[in-house]
């Protein structure tokens, strides 16, 4: 179940407090979660006003392919697991874990 499960686009402000109310936990990392303050910065670097007032599935996608690129071309192993686990984190919680993006 994810956001876009009855609707075909939410507001940016939406997806906002959708992610800052969630539980922040990054999957397949044993654990490991993301506090408020993380999650608001993720919601607002992420989607910010290039993709506008509403957030279609297909913006969404193309975020998750945007993070796909960054972690390919992430210089230090460790700015490449961070981009890896914010990618999941918005792929489990916008419900396209089980899709190819």
Do not use: C, H, W
Request: aromatic share 8%.
């Amino acid at each position: 179940m994810g956001l876009f499960d009855k609707k075909k686009s939410l507001s940016r402000k939406d997806i906002g407090k959708k992610i800052e109310q969630s539980s922040g936990i990054i999957p397949e990392t044993g654990g490991k979660k993301y506090t408020r303050a993380e999650r608001e910065k993720i919601a607002k670097g992420v989607f910010n006003r290039k993709y506008g007032g509403q957030i279609s599935r297909d913006d969404y996608k193309k975020v998750l392919r945007e993070l796909e690129t960054q972690e390919r071309k992430a210089k230090t192993r460790t700015e490449r697991d961070e981009i890896k686990d914010k990618k999941e984190y918005l792929r489990e919680l916008g419900g396209f874990e089980d899709y190819e993006i």
